[in-house]
């Protein structure tokens, strides 16, 4: 159960009329992965970023905690 929690297949597996808990669930994951996308993207150009150092990856983990809590 937990690789399916994981990989996300649950959420990408094909059926015919996906019910309305499976939709409401895939776009809830798709709009917390655009925001955590935008947060990093965010980061990147306040910081300057040309590459990610180890430093920068461990600043951008505790950002996406920090506004996975809200």
Sequence with gaps: MANVLTTGALLSAPTKNPSFFARLLRAH???????????????IATHGLQKLSDDAERQISRLLVQSGGH
């Design 29 to 43: 994951a798709e709009f917390n992965q655009r925001r955590a996308d935008r947060a990093v993207q965010e980061y």
